[in-house]
């Protein structure tokens, strides 16, 4: 049933004596107290009755301090002191059937578990019976898909909004809702965990830190990989309270807990960090561990979107005082109907553009180069605007000239449109692999490199430049390594031709090859990557120690045979063209693992390795600032869960509650029907 401020009125109208069948059950009874503040009592005195026994139904309703009322003990419903007992009865019997075969004696308004519900009709008729905890456990998919903390549901005017619907909805307390989010959090991981246990291929982790209100460190651990048809999965595996100090040995040591959890130590490739140094300290004593437990090559690389993100921060240092005074005046303009249409007209007359309102003014990338654009792009506007509006705007956000040249100076030399169109291009991009990122970092690269050697640049700006060329060199150097090459070469976008010459090595090549012989020559090759051991530490003739000299021959000639093979495979795929840029990457494969049987097989797991530590929205874009805004406002008390639990309804889960599927389908379903239900009945009434 759909409610807004038209059916509302009409709910209230309908108020009538004779037709309040859904809200009150007998005529010229008192208001319902929903806590809305009514107080009002009607005119009429009911009739004086004989004096009777005490009714049986009296033990269900509480008398009001001021015994001018009694409350139904199941649904809160007032009715006056003198209403007759049997009114009450005929409220106990349409309101709450089954009423004389629960306690004795209820003992508190508010009900420990929410009561069933039945919708009486004109004709009595048994109606579709209707359980409010159903609307709980929707309540309670909402709190999670909000990312909102179980004390929400406190909310006194949230519980009132309920109540005027009906009053009998009895919401669940918080503590019983983040109770239920635990468990529902336990349920779901154990999903998670089996999920994780089929997977054929080698799996990549990223993470992420944040701080809350509470001032507690957090880390979020996700995992990435590709499955037989060539499907890339993401999935959050936990969220992670980091104690203090928090430094890089806390992160290790929670790191390495959820990977044994999940039982995927020996399947970890790579781990994309957030480019802190106490995440590199982690990832570097990670790689010691499983280099100690004798497991596969493991490597990290840092995020690509952060790293640029750094680099741009460097360049706006100088001018970040002038972005925050535009802001100031954006933040106005988007509050303000007079100002937006003075803007609009003002951009029109002087063709500066056509400018969308509201005007992203976030602190994030997207909103600094909007504020920078307004400046450059429609300046004559911009002043116009302040000119006209000068009572309501105050002086504080009026630039001088020479503030004006300088943002115009980083927005030409630093070339913020093409920094614009790279993270654009990074956030939309479908296959954002690590050999597409290398390509947009190089290209950043050159155009500082361009910025530094113009001699027309200020002083400032070339000191800004050289400190977002040691952001982009410092990058370079912790992407160096063959691993990184091997997932750059896989792109077929990419291969050779476009990677940066600071990691096309001739010694890459060789590795490469010698990788792919040493872990994908033989046809036990899968089974031997899950487990973490290699094909020469198979015995290959089933019969243990003693082999004869024949046998060893035998041997290298099959491994030389599957050698030669594999640098084919390898050799025919480097040989041929590269694939527009357009093309679907893990299509390509799919569509290719025929010709490349063992190729393929290396480019699942290599290509799941990701480029980023976070989706590159979040951190360029103002969707980030609000997921930020989410995080630091959870209470260390419902942050795993809340997050988690959204995290994997979003993946496609379905929410359990000790094994138990909730159907949310079916919930609506009965929703509905009861609606349609109420809706005939009160139709009945009123052509009756």
């Given at each position: 049933?759909?409610?807004?401020?038209n059916?509302?009125?009409?709910?209230?109208?309908?108020?009538?004596?004779?037709?309040?069948?859904?809200?009150?059950?007998?005529?010229?009874?008192?208001?319902?107290?929903?806590?809305?503040?009514?107080?009002?009592?009607?005119?009429?005195?009911?009739?004086?009755?004989?004096?009777t026994?005490?009714?049986?139904?009296?033990?269900y309703?509480e008398?009001a301090?001021?015994?001018?009322?009694?409350?139904?003990k199941?649904?809160?419903?007032?009715?006056?002191?003198?209403?007759?007992?049997?009114?009450?009865?005929?409220?106990?019997?349409?309101?709450?059937?089954g009423?004389d075969?629960?306690?004795d004696v209820?003992t508190?308004s508010?009900?420990?578990?929410?009561?069933?519900?039945?919708?009486?009709?004109?004709?009595?008729?048994k109606?579709?019976?209707l359980?409010?905890?159903?609307?709980?456990?929707?309540?309670?998919?909402?709190?999670?898909?909000?990312?909102?903390?179980?004390?929400t549901?406190?909310?006194r005017?949230?519980?009132?909004?309920f109540?005027?619907?009906?009053?009998a909805?009895?919401?669940w307390?918080?503590?019983?809702y983040?109770?239920?989010?635990?468990?529902v959090?336990r349920?779901?991981?154990?999903d998670?965990?089996?999920?994780?246990g089929?997977?054929?291929?080698?799996?990549?982790?990223?993470?992420?830190?944040?701080?809350?209100?509470e001032n507690?460190?957090?880390?979020?651990?996700?995992?990435?990989?590709?499955d037989?048809?060539?499907?890339?999965?993401?999935l959050?595996?936990?969220?992670?309270?980091?104690?203090?100090?928090?430094?890089?040995?806390?992160?290790?040591?929670?790191?390495?807990?959820?990977l044994?959890?999940?039982?995927?130590?020996?399947?970890?490739?790579?781990?994309?960090h957030?480019?802190?140094?106490?995440?590199?300290?982690?990832?570097?004593?990670?790689?010691e561990?499983?280099?100690?437990q004798?497991?596969?090559?493991?490597?990290?690389?840092?995020?690509?979107?952060?790293?640029?993100?750094?680099i741009?921060?460097?360049?706006?240092?100088?001018?970040k005082p002038i972005?925050?005074?535009?802001?100031e005046?954006?933040?106005?303009?988007n509050?303000?109907m007079?100002?937006s249409?003075?803007?609009?007209?003002?951009?029109?007359?002087?063709?500066?553009?056509s400018?969308?309102?509201p005007?992203?003014?976030?602190?994030?990338?997207s909103g600094?180069y909007?504020?920078?654009?307004?400046l450059?792009?429609?300046?004559?506007?911009?002043?116009?605007?302040i000119r006209k509006?000068?009572?309501?705007?105050?002086?504080?956000?009026?630039l001088?000239?020479?503030?004006?040249?300088?943002?115009?100076?980083?927005?030409?030399?630093?070339d913020?449109?093409?920094?614009?169109?790279?993270?654009?291009?990074?956030?939309?991009?479908?296959?954002?692999?690590?050999?597409?990122?290398?390509?947009f970092?190089?290209?950043?690269?050159?155009?500082?490199?361009?910025?530094?050697?113009?001699?027309?640049n200020?002083?400032?700006l070339?000191t800004?430049?050289?400190?977002m060329?040691?952001?982009a060199?410092?990058?370079?150097?912790?992407?160096?390594?063959?691993?990184t090459?091997?997932?750059?070469?896989?792109?077929?976008?990419?291969?050779?031709?476009?990677?940066p010459?600071?990691?096309?090595?001739?010694s890459?090549?060789?590795?490469a090859?010698?990788?792919f012989?040493?872990?994908?020559?033989?046809?036990h090759?899968?089974?031997?990557?899950?487990?973490?051991?290699?094909?020469?530490?198979?015995?290959?003739?089933?019969?243990?120690?003693?082999?004869?000299?024949?046998?060893e021959i035998?041997?290298?000639?099959?491994?030389g045979?599957?050698?030669?093979?594999v640098v084919?495979?390898?050799?025919?795929?480097?040989?041929e063209?590269?694939?527009p840029?357009?093309?679907?990457?893990?299509?390509?494969?799919?569509?290719?693992?025929?010709?490349?049987?063992?190729?393929?097989?290396m480019a699942?797991?290599?290509?799941?390795?990701?480029?980023?530590?976070?989706?590159?929205?979040?951190?360029?874009?103002?969707?980030?600032?609000?997921?930020?805004?989410?995080k630091?406002?959870?209470?260390?008390?419902?942050?795993?869960?809340?997050?988690?639990?959204?995290?994997?309804?979003?993946?496609?889960m379905?929410?359990?509650?000790?094994?138990?599927?909730?159907?949310?389908?079916?919930?609506?379903e009965?929703?509905?029907t009861?609606?349609?239900?109420?809706?005939a009945?009160?139709?009945?009434?009123?052509?009756?």
């Amino acid at each position: 049933m759909e409610w807004n401020v038209n059916n509302a009125f009409k709910t209230y109208k309908e108020m009538e004596p004779k037709a309040m069948m859904d809200i009150t059950l007998v005529p010229h009874s008192d208001p319902i107290d929903i806590g809305l503040g009514s107080s009002e009592k009607p005119n009429t005195v009911p009739p004086k009755r004989k004096k009777t026994m005490t009714s049986v139904y009296l033990k269900y309703f509480e008398t009001a301090p001021d015994s001018k009322t009694r409350k139904c003990k199941f649904c809160g419903q007032s009715y006056s002191i003198a209403t007759a007992t049997g009114n009450l009865g005929r409220h106990l019997n349409n309101r709450h059937p089954g009423y004389d075969k629960a306690a004795d004696v209820v003992t508190s308004s508010v009900p420990q578990t929410p009561p069933v519900v039945v919708k009486p009709s004109q004709s009595q008729s048994k109606a579709p019976q209707l359980d409010y905890d159903h609307l709980n456990w929707l309540v309670l998919k909402w709190l999670a898909l909000s990312s909102l903390p179980p004390t929400t549901v406190d909310e006194r005017w949230l519980g009132n909004s309920f109540k005027f619907l009906n009053p009998a909805v009895q919401l669940w307390p918080a503590e019983k809702y983040k109770a239920v989010l635990h468990e529902v959090f336990r349920s779901m991981r154990g999903d998670v965990k089996t999920s994780l246990g089929h997977i054929q291929s080698k799996v990549s982790i990223t993470l992420s830190f944040w701080h809350s209100y509470e001032n507690i460190f957090y880390m979020s651990v996700t995992g990435q990989w590709i499955d037989e048809n060539w499907s890339s999965h993401r999935l959050l595996l936990d969220i992670c309270r980091i104690p203090y100090p928090s430094g890089g040995s806390e992160i290790y040591n929670s790191l390495l807990k959820v990977l044994k959890i999940y039982a995927i130590e020996d399947k970890v490739l790579c781990c994309t960090h957030d480019n802190s140094e106490n995440a590199i300290h982690a990832c570097h004593s990670l790689k010691e561990y499983f280099d100690g437990q004798k497991v596969l090559p493991f490597c990290y690389i840092p995020c690509a979107a952060q790293t640029l993100n750094d680099i741009i921060d460097e360049g706006f240092a100088t001018i970040k005082p002038i972005i925050s005074k535009i802001r100031e005046f954006t933040q106005e303009l988007n509050a303000s109907m007079e100002l937006s249409d003075d803007f609009i007209q003002m951009t029109t007359a002087y063709q500066e553009g056509s400018w969308k309102l509201p005007i992203d003014a976030s602190s994030r990338w997207s909103g600094n180069y909007q504020m920078v654009n307004i400046l450059c792009k429609a300046c004559k506007s911009l002043d116009s605007v302040i000119r006209k509006n000068e009572d309501a705007i105050e002086n504080r956000v009026m630039l001088s000239s020479a503030e004006k040249n300088a943002v115009t100076i980083v927005h030409n030399y630093l070339d913020l449109d093409s920094f614009h169109k790279t993270t654009n291009d990074m956030c939309t991009n479908k296959d954002l692999t690590v050999g597409l990122a290398l390509l947009f970092m190089d290209n950043i690269s050159e155009m500082i490199t361009t910025c530094q050697k113009s001699c027309h640049n200020p002083d400032w700006l070339r000191t800004c430049a050289e400190n977002m060329s040691q952001k982009a060199r410092s990058y370079n150097t912790q992407v160096c390594n063959v691993f990184t090459y091997i997932t750059a070469i896989l792109d077929p976008r990419i291969k050779t031709e476009y990677i940066p010459e600071t990691i096309n090595l001739e010694s890459y090549i060789d590795e490469a090859r010698a990788h792919f012989i040493r872990n994908y020559s033989s046809p036990h090759f899968t089974s031997s990557l899950t487990n973490g051991y290699r094909p020469q530490d198979i015995d290959e003739g089933g019969g243990g120690g003693n082999i004869s000299f024949a046998e060893e021959i035998a041997r290298r000639k099959r491994r030389g045979s599957m050698s030669n093979s594999v640098v084919d495979e390898l050799t025919q795929y480097l040989s041929e063209s590269i694939v527009p840029m357009q093309t679907d990457v893990l299509d390509w494969w799919k569509a290719n693992s025929g010709r490349y049987t063992r190729l393929s097989n290396m480019a699942r797991d290599f290509l799941a390795v990701q480029a980023t530590s976070a989706a590159p929205e979040e951190i360029f874009c103002s969707k980030g600032e609000e997921m930020g805004k989410q995080k630091y406002c959870m209470p260390h008390d419902s942050t795993q869960s809340v997050l988690c639990i959204r995290s994997w309804i979003e993946a496609g889960m379905k929410l359990k509650f000790k094994s138990t599927e909730i159907d949310y389908e079916r919930l609506m379903e009965l929703a509905a029907t009861v609606a349609s239900d109420n809706s005939a009945g009160k139709s009945r009434q009123e052509s009756a």
